[in-house]
Every structure is written in C-alpha cells, then in structure tokens.
T-cell receptor, first 109, second 117 residues
Framework: DAKTTQPNSMESNEEEPVHLPCNHSTISGTDYIHWYRQLPSQGPEYVIHGLTSNVNNRMASLAIAEDRKSSTLILHRATLRDAAVYYC??????????FGKGTRLSVIA | ETGVTQSPTHLIKTRGQQVTLRCSSQ?????VSWYQQALGQGPQFIFQ???????GRGNFPPRFSGLQFPNYSSELNVNALELDDSALYLC????????????????FGPGTRLTVL
C-alpha cells in the first residue's frame, strides 16, 4: 500500500481556515486520495476524496498537487466541533482503508 | 435512515475467553468491514464481508472470524482472547457497487470497546 505522511498534530484558532497537509510521493495512478476524520469517542467519518482535480463539498475542500505527490485538506472556518484526528488515505477504490496515525487537530476558542 | 450500530458498547473479558461483537449496517449497504483500533493508533483492517462471503482479510490470526447474515448485519468473533486484543472494534458499511465492487466511502459505527484482563 502507498504510504502517506502527515504531521502528528496541528492547532488552529476557531473561525480561522485550517490547511492539513499530506505527502504521498509513491502514489500510483489508480490511487484515490481519501480523507476521514475521527471525533473523540466516535468511529471515523468520511470527509472527502479526489483523484486529480480539486474537490469541494459541504465539509471541506481538497487541493491536490499537479504531480499528485501531496494534497491538502482545507477546512474553511474551523469550529470546536472540527477537533479530531484527520486521516489521509490512498486507495484504488476497491480495497480496505489503510489508516496511519493521522493528524490530531486542536481548535482553540 | 439508520446509521451503523454496534453492540455492546463496552465489554470486559478475561484471557482465554471468547467474544462476539455485533454490527448492523446502514440501510441498503451490503458490505461490512471490521477494524481494530488500539489506543493511540489508526484503525487496522481485520476483514470484509460482501453478500455473506468473506471478501478480504488483513493480517489477523484465524481466531478472528466473522459472519454476515442475509440482512447484511455482521458478527465478529474472537476466540482465545489475549491481552493485546484490548482495543476499540469498529464496523463500517459501504454502498453496493457494480459487479461486486464497493465504493470506498465507508460509514463507521461508534465501536465496541473491548478490555481483556
């Protein structure tokens, strides 16, 4: 499985944008980039995914580098409810999710 | 639409015992995956069931086994419990796909916290 590298932790102020980076230099052409997050005492939840183009949904935006070796999850206005562990996962789409340790995001009021 | 539910919420067992964990998938989902999450780690894939058949397995010993029922609910069974089996066990269901493939957006339940003493 292709590996991803994420910072262990990040901090943001409430109402500010947050950019969560993910490096995946060994990504293959068929790998989708998925982001999940896990709120305290809950199971992971899907955030967004993309292949080559940037993607937007109601939760976040995903910016994918032109060479696809890195991506950034963007939360446009962090709220206290966004405090969670964020996982960047590569998968061709029909394989189990392989989670790393993710990035623990703290949001300060 | 009911989400993924798991039971029990918490469970305490002793070494050598057997345990059964249960999962009800989200309505319309025919694929269920099980994950083990140790404290401070990301979830690790145990196995997946698609239409009542095992459809992939992670690096877990045979004492971890499962079932999927005609209504797509699922069980995870662990025999001969060890201390290292203490973890959060997560169940995830996914949308049906074409020709047996499943889209990778998975919907997770809240998990069962298993403690082995």
């Amino acid at each position: 499985d292709a590996k991803t590298t994420q910072p262990n932790s990040m901090e943001s102020n409430e109402e500010e944008p947050v950019h969560l980076p993910c490096n995946h230099s060994t990504i293959s052409g068929t790998d989708y980039i998925h982001w999940y997050r896990q709120l305290p005492s809950q199971g992971p939840e899907y955030v967004i995914h993309g292949l080559t183009s940037n993607v937007n949904n109601r939760m976040a935006s995903l910016a994918i580098a032109e060479d696809r070796k890195s991506s950034t999850l963007i939360l446009h206005r962090a709220t206290l409810r966004d405090a969670a562990v964020y996982y960047c996962i590569l998968t061709p789409g029909n394989t189990p999710l392989v989670f790393g340790k993710g990035t623990r995001l703290s949001v300060i009021a | 639409e009911t989400g993924v539910t798991q039971s029990p919420t918490h469970l305490i067992k002793t070494r050598g015992q057997q345990v059964t964990l249960r999962c009800s998938s989200q309505s319309g989902h025919n694929t269920v995956s099980w994950y083990q999450q140790a404290l401070g780690q990301g979830p690790q894939f145990i196995f997946q069931y698609y239409r009542e058949e095992e459809n992939g397995r992670g690096n877990f010993p045979p004492r971890f086994s499962g079932l999927q029922f005609p209504n797509y609910s699922s069980e995870l069974n662990v025999n001969a419990l060890e201390l290292d089996d203490s973890a959060l066990y997560l169940c995830a269901s996914s949308h049906p796909g074409l020709a047996g493939r499943s889209y990778n957006e998975q919907f997770f339940g809240p998990g069962t916290r298993l403690t082995v003493l």
